[in-house]
């Protein structure tokens, strides 16, 4: 019985635009976090729009690099299947961690540039602020990679069925 050939590997023009998709979901979500921050706390609405957007940017970018990177070496686990681009929960829950923590610190130091104000990051803010400025960055982030996890899971699905 001869061995079936692996699907092609996706052409680049879909990688990028799934890539573009996903960064332009994440970032309407944070808009609706960005309106939810402004109601809570007494800030400008631009000003919250512009640092949530920039954190939230940063920190899609640490973990969707983190995570292709981390994939594109791991081999698939059934032979002659193409790597879904996964790398399971295990490597994900670290890639998150550091990517959030890693991205609004880059976001919120690029947000302070363009504002020239001098709000505290993780690395600079006093421990209990810095625990609510990293749960404010990874729980989003933990939710937007479960829903986009989940959706590729149910179209990877729908697919075999197919």
Do not use: K
């Not at 920190?59 to 594109?72: K, Q, Y």
């Not at 479960?146 to 729908?158: E, K, L, N, P």
């Amino acid at each position: 019985m001869a061995a079936t050939p692996a699907p092609p590997e996706p052409a680049w023009r879909d990688v990028v635009r799934r890539f573009a998709w996903r960064g332009l979901r994440g970032e309407a979500v944070t808009l609706g976090f960005a309106a939810f921050l402004w109601a809570l706390f007494p800030q400008g609405f631009w000003e919250t729009v512009l640092y949530s957007l920039c954190i939230s940017t940063m920190c899609w970018l640490f973990i969707e690099v983190g995570r292709a990177a981390v994939a594109g070496h791991r081999p698939s686990l059934v032979p002659g299947e193409r790597r879904s681009g996964w790398p399971g929960w295990s490597w994900m829950l670290v890639i998150v961690a550091g990517g959030g923590i890693l991205g609004y610190a880059a976001g919120n130091a690029i947000a302070n540039a363009l504002t020239g104000n001098h709000a505290p990051g993780p690395f600079d803010a006093e421990p209990r602020q810095m625990l609510a400025l990293l749960l404010m960055a990874l729980v989003p982030a933990l939710t937007i990679t479960y829903f986009f996890q989940s959706r590729a899971v149910i179209a990877r699905q729908r697919e075999q069925v197919e």
